[in-house]
């Protein structure tokens, strides 16, 4: 480890520009002090992979409609409480009346079902490949127990459409720091496809702070060479978890999706199959995106075109405290990260 | 028995409940006479703070409101070099609280008082609507020496800083509670006089002490940091957590630094006081993790550092966010 620490920190070839997918990754990096263990040829930018900053205005203007729809209550993970639609947040609306309940875990939603059969219960089903199975088992549970009263409102996005969209808008990526928990369920061969088309490397990596060093030793090493390396072989194979992936599919199809910032990217999303519309409280078309400050940058930040610290927003009119846009929202956002652990590089 | 709007009326039902759960459990020669204010003897120089507690579940591993509520106003008083003497309570029922419940609770603020060395000498009781809800005052009294001076604003260059235990067990279970996740986390949630008073007696100089409650480690080190215009730098590896919860945090991405605590203290003390002031805390009944965790550093002012697990710095922060709601 302390030969690899060296070899990051004296790195002197050629300006890497390394992304880290996944927002867990962009918080373990800010926690475990990474930015400074490198040379100063070795940035480090994040992502599209906070499944709350990506999220359009739309999605949470519907959430907000049907929380104060009489008979219906919105469940919902804590980091989407604070996302602003075009006028108003969830928290917004939970102070007007409207009916919100924050849960740890999506399976809770049955619990509230079955306490309450008076009333309808929608999950804001936010996440990527990696929480999908979640939803899958909550539907697998509720038509188990004959449960009526839950629907999800989608917006499921799926990894390997936007990096390929980053690759090719942006196209100053040196690898990818790929997403361990994602790669879990998709298997590392995912990556394949992009690794060969833009000759780029991909380490799928673990989250402890020696595991990213050590993916970042990996993908300094390859600079310029199409490979997908493995670094967390403990829980990520070749072909991932199958039976998950059979599951996700009996009930979703590939569709375009929304993403904040950057618009529909086509094949970038899961929806409900038309077989199961009925657990389904109105995911699709939701697509509009409003931009509430138009200085923000998040769809910069979100993409990796600048880092945070660049938006003239950061730190001033847009903080934990005021959020401008979405990525200084939730915890995993870049900006926040970047905010909260007073992140310069 | 459940709690109805009769049983805040302020006749018969009010004095029958106050009589049978509270005057019964909290019994002692002030509250006996129940006048309209407690007189008690007093001194030159009093430190009061109060504090309401609102926690939800009522019933947790390791405690319960109760408990809660004379430890959070104890530990107030005491880590600002108090000794703690009187308590207040003032309890919210809403309709529908089980009166079976309210005693528990009352037992199990007599009990804490009593090891706390505190009496509960006033006491109000209101019942609202609602659905079973109980809340909690205490406001408290304690006596402190004219020699005394503990401030946050005190930490230089130098000093050492110590942790009396492990962090995040409350909000832990807490959460564990909630989520219905079967584990053995226990709250901390304890009486921290012993342990002030032991620290100040030993000749150790004290400089500056807090319990570690809601916001965390980190942003009661970033008050010290303001206060004081110095530069805290903290050791990752020295911190301690048990294993049980930082599998808890793993799993939920929590930060032990910024979860809640009931019954630990953070102290800053002279750089050559430090191995003294250890072994005072480990001495004392709620120390037995204690450990120097850093130093206050030359440094920029107003910053807080951690050196991390694999050597990197990083810059910890007041808390930003809700935290978990209710956890006190």
Redesign the interface.
Known sequence: ?NEL?KYLKDYDGPPLNIMEVCG?HT?EI????????LSENIHLISGPGCPVCVTVTDYIDKLTELSLAPGITVVTF?DMLRVMGKNQSLNDVKALGGQVRMV??PMDTLKFAAADKTKTFVFAAVGFETTTPVYVMLLNEAIKHGITNIKILTSLKTMPAVIDWVCENQGNIDGFLAPGHVSTITGSDIFIPLAEKYQLPFAVAGFG??QI?EALYALVKCRGKAKVMNLYPSVVTAKGNEAAQEMVKKYFVPCDAAWRGIGVIAGSGMILRDEYAAFDAGSAELTADHIHNPKCRCAQVLTGAIKPTQCPLFGTECT??AQQGACMVS?EGSC?NY?????KA | MKITMTHGSGGKATSDLIANIFAKHFQNPVLAKMEDSAVVPGAATLAITTDSFVVTPLFFNGGDIGKLAVCGTVNDLAVSGAVPKYLTCGFILEEGAETEDLEKIAVSMAETAEEAGVVIVAGDTKVVEGSGGIYINTSGVGFLADSCCVSAANCAEGDAVLLSGNLGDHHAAI?SAR?NIANTIQSDCAPLNDMTAALMKSGVRVKAMRDVTRGGLATVLNEFAAASQCCILLNEERIPVSEQVRGFCGI??L?PLYMGNEGKMVAVVAGEDAQKALNCMKNCKYGENAAVIGEVASGEAETVL?N????????L?EL???GLPRIC
């Not at chain 1, 905010?339 to 992140?343: A, L």
């Open positions: 480890m620490k867990t918080a800010s926690h475990c002090g990474i930015p400074g263990l804590g740890y875990s702070g020696e060093l934990p405290q915890t926040y905010f909260v652990n007073k992140r | 959460l989520m939920l991405g930060d951690l991390t697990l694999i050597g990197g710095i990083r810059i922060t930003y966010g809700e």
